[in-house]
């Protein structure tokens, strides 16, 4: 398949559809050399190298591709774990700033940077391609008609918050269809949004929407999957799994429907966010995204041995709030969630993880200060 490439903007990151094609950005500061790489519907892969580099920002133009193009990238670069590259462009990526994610990773020794079966670990390198596990990001239409929906704004003094889990609320609901049940959808239907106003409920808290690792490898060999969603692979998309319109774009107007519902309904909507650490783990985790992508950029790696992460969340890594473009990526994804979701608020899951120096946590942070504005 042969495709125009033109130049591009290094903003915004992410892919961004004018109506005419579609433009593509990513950050990585100490990558040699960055490819998108374009899925049709049967799986077949075209890969777009990018020349335009802004800033440590890769981007590019692609006249023609627009909403439902499934897409990700392969970042080349150094592999010297014990300086904390991570490069491997044999591992598709997903987009940090992909604004819908089709579906979920699958486990298989392919996801993972390094070769299980090597005497040396993460020090060793896969050649294994990952792309048939790895759910690609898709472009989005987003236009919605909101019809003049507005924050609520209701008193904290008068506020009941019910927090809830998006998809188990409505699962064995006998009112709403089982078509519905566990879904945005769900939680929009007249017969759950007549059981909160019953109760007084002024908002609802969802437990972690933003799209994550369901099945990691310690509860795949159980048989399990991650029910309660606290490891975020990306922090924009809304998790594809709770949808019941479909994965290809459909699940971000899904949830705009439903937060468009509950403010009929008097109802706020608060996110429960996961921002200090994601769902790919320590030095023995996959390769999912931001460890491809740029890993000493977005985790916070041990200072005298690179090879490893400063674990402030007791689950394998912690974000680099420190670097200016993992901060940009938080207030960027905020902002993103108020302005474009029209959502309320938001619950930081182990806030003091981000505002960590090296062990105290500063109560001036950036972090700290640059939420406040976006949510004053």
């Given at each position: 398949?042969?495709?125009?490439?033109?130049?591009?903007?290094?903003?915004?990151?992410?892919?961004?559809?004018?109506?005419?094609?579609?433009?593509?950005?990513?950050?990585?500061?100490?990558?040699?050399?960055?490819?998108?790489?374009?899925?049709?519907?049967?799986?077949?892969?075209?890969?777009?190298?990018?020349?335009?580099?802004?800033?440590?920002?890769?981007?590019?133009?692609?006249?023609?591709?627009?909403?439902?193009?499934?897409?990700?990238?392969?970042?080349?670069?150094?592999?010297?774990?014990?300086?904390?590259?991570?490069?491997?462009?044999?591992?598709?990526?997903?987009?940090?700033?992909?604004?819908?994610?089709?579906?979920?990773?699958?486990?298989?020794?392919?996801?993972?940077?390094?070769?299980?079966?090597?005497?040396?670990?993460?020090?060793?390198?896969?050649?294994?391609?990952s792309a048939h596990l790895i759910p690609k990001g898709i472009v989005i239409d987003e236009t919605f008609d909101w019809e003049n929906?507005?924050?609520?704004?209701?008193?904290?003094?008068?506020?009941?918050?019910?927090?809830?889990?998006?998809?188990?609320?409505?699962?064995?609901?006998?009112?709403?269809?089982?078509?519905?049940?566990?879904?945005?959808?769900?939680?929009?239907?007249?017969?759950?949004?007549?059981?909160?106003?019953?109760?007084?409920?002024?908002?609802?808290?969802?437990?972690?929407?933003?799209?994550?690792?369901?099945?990691?490898?310690?509860?795949?060999?159980?048989?399990?999957?991650?029910?309660?969603?606290y490891d975020s692979i990306n922090y924009f998309a809304p998790y594809s799994g709770y949808?019941?319109?479909?994965?290809?774009?459909?699940?971000?107007?899904?949830?705009?429907?439903?937060?468009?519902?509950?403010?009929?309904?008097?109802?706020?909507?608060?996110?429960?966010?996961?921002?200090?650490?994601?769902?790919?783990?320590?030095?023995?985790?996959?390769?999912?995204?931001?460890?491809?992508?740029?890993?000493?950029?977005?985790?916070?790696?041990?200072?005298?041995?690179?090879?490893?992460?400063?674990?402030?969340?007791?689950?394998?890594?912690?974000?680099?709030?420190?670097?200016?473009?993992?901060?940009?990526?938080?207030?960027?994804?905020?902002?993103?969630?108020?302005?474009?979701?029209?959502?309320?608020?938001?619950?930081?899951?182990?806030?003091?993880?981000?505002?960590?120096?090296?062990?105290?946590?500063?109560?001036?942070?950036?972090?700290?200060?640059?939420?406040?504005?976006?949510?004053?």
């Amino acid at each position: 398949m042969y495709l125009s490439l033109w130049p591009g903007k290094p903003y915004p990151l992410g892919s961004a559809w004018d109506g005419k094609g579609t433009n593509f950005a990513l950050f990585s500061e100490n990558a040699t050399g960055v490819e998108l790489c374009l899925f049709d519907k049967k799986g077949r892969e075209t890969r777009l190298s990018l020349t335009e580099v802004s800033n440590f920002v890769w981007h590019c133009y692609v006249p023609s591709i627009g909403p439902g193009q499934r897409y990700g990238f392969r970042v080349h670069g150094e592999y010297a774990p014990e300086r904390g590259y991570r490069f491997n462009p044999n591992k598709l990526l997903i987009d940090p700033y992909a604004k819908a994610i089709e579906g979920d990773i699958k486990f298989g020794k392919e996801i993972f940077g390094y070769d299980w079966d090597h005497p040396d670990l993460d020090l060793s390198f896969s050649h294994d391609d990952s792309a048939h596990l790895i759910p690609k990001g898709i472009v989005i239409d987003e236009t919605f008609d909101w019809e003049n929906d507005l924050l609520l704004q209701t008193p904290r003094h008068e506020s009941i918050i019910y927090e809830l889990h998006p998809k188990g609320f409505t699962q064995l609901h006998p009112d709403i269809p089982p078509e519905l049940r566990g879904t945005y959808a769900g939680l929009a239907h007249p017969a759950a949004i007549s059981h909160l106003q019953s109760l007084g409920i002024t908002a609802v808290e969802l437990m972690p929407v933003h799209h994550y690792l369901a099945y990691p490898g310690h509860l795949q060999g159980k048989g399990l999957r991650n029910y309660w969603g606290y490891d975020s692979i990306n922090y924009f998309a809304p998790y594809s799994g709770y949808s019941a319109s479909g994965n290809a774009g459909q699940q971000v107007t899904e949830f705009k429907q439903m937060v468009k519902a509950l403010h009929q309904a008097g109802i706020e909507v608060i996110l429960d966010v996961v921002y200090n650490h994601t769902g790919e783990g320590n030095q023995l985790g996959p390769t999912l995204s931001l460890q491809g992508i740029d890993n000493t950029s977005y985790y916070r790696v041990v200072e005298d041995d690179f090879r490893y992460y400063m674990d402030f969340t007791g689950c394998g890594n912690s974000l680099n709030v420190r670097h200016p473009q993992v901060l940009k990526l938080i207030m960027d994804s905020l902002r993103y969630w108020v302005l474009e979701m029209h959502v309320d608020g938001f619950r930081f899951d182990l806030a003091s993880a981000l505002a960590r120096e090296l062990y105290a946590v500063d109560r001036l942070a950036a972090f700290l200060t640059s939420s406040i504005k976006i949510l004053s």
